[in-house]
Nanobody, 118 residues
Framework: QEQLVESGGGLAQPGGSLRLSCTAS??????????ISWYRQAPGLKRELVAT????????NYPRSVQGRFTISIDNANNTVYLRMTNLKHENTAVYFC?????????WGQGIQVTVSS
């Protein structure tokens, strides 16, 4: 049974940092054969892409809104993908989701809350 489990969310102050983790289990071949992305969804808004790490580390992509502040990285040995978020802003408050694509299948984690507030 393929599964994605996020952790590491919580409360951060503006200008602060958080690191989210997403551990993948049940995927044949491990996390390296997955295209892994982080998305976020703020209240009343659509889910939006935050960062992508393509399978076999061919590419890493970020939307302009988070470039230079967010970093996605992979720990293949532990089947975990991280999202390091720095210089957090109020508008980064959202539920963050881990997403994996393998072949034609799409998998989602349950989501984790990140709140940026002073």
């Amino acid at each position: 049974q393929e599964q994605l489990v996020e952790s590491g969310g919580g409360l951060a102050q503006p200008g602060g940092s958080l690191r989210l983790s997403c551990t993948a289990s049940g995927f044949t071949g491990g996390i390296s054969v997955l295209t892994i992305s982080w998305y976020r969804q703020a209240p009343g808004l659509k889910r939006e892409l935050v960062a992508t790490h393509t399978k076999f580390a061919h590419a890493v992509n970020y939307p302009r809104s988070v470039q230079g502040r967010f970093t996605i990285s992979i720990d293949n040995a532990n089947n975990t993908v991280y999202l390091r978020m720095t210089n957090l802003k109020h508008e980064n408050t959202a539920v963050y989701f881990c997403n994996a694509i393998k072949d034609d299948s799409n998998y989602w984690g349950q989501g984790i809350q990140v709140t940026v507030s002073s």
